[in-house]
């Protein structure tokens, strides 16, 4: 049996270590903190996993049911394309 994922458009912003008060913007009350890790600055978010972690260059994705996770560049860019409007 063959399964495809339904299309769904989600809400992303890219952390640049640079945009701080964007993601905490966006991220609302799921945003946790900043700290230094070996080579650069990460993103704390908490999530329904726990806390995750998110380094620059990373995605920070607000799923269908309003939760927040982090995610690699290039899985985003495999599995997510733009959209010039936002659709709910």
Do not use: H
């Not at 008060?21 to 704390?44: A, H, R, T, V, Y």
């Amino acid at each position: 049996m063959f399964y495809r994922k339904k299309p769904v458009i989600i809400e992303a912003v890219q952390w640049t270590g640079d945009n701080r008060k964007e993601i905490f913007d966006f991220c609302e009350k799921s945003f946790f903190s900043l700290g230094n890790g070996s080579s650069d600055i990460q993103l704390k978010i908490s999530t329904l996993e726990g806390i995750m972690t998110a380094s620059i260059g990373d995605y920070i994705i607000k799923d269908v049911d309003g939760k927040f996770y982090p995610c690699k560049p290039d899985i985003f860019k495999k599995t997510y394309e733009f959209v010039e409007t936002k659709e709910k």
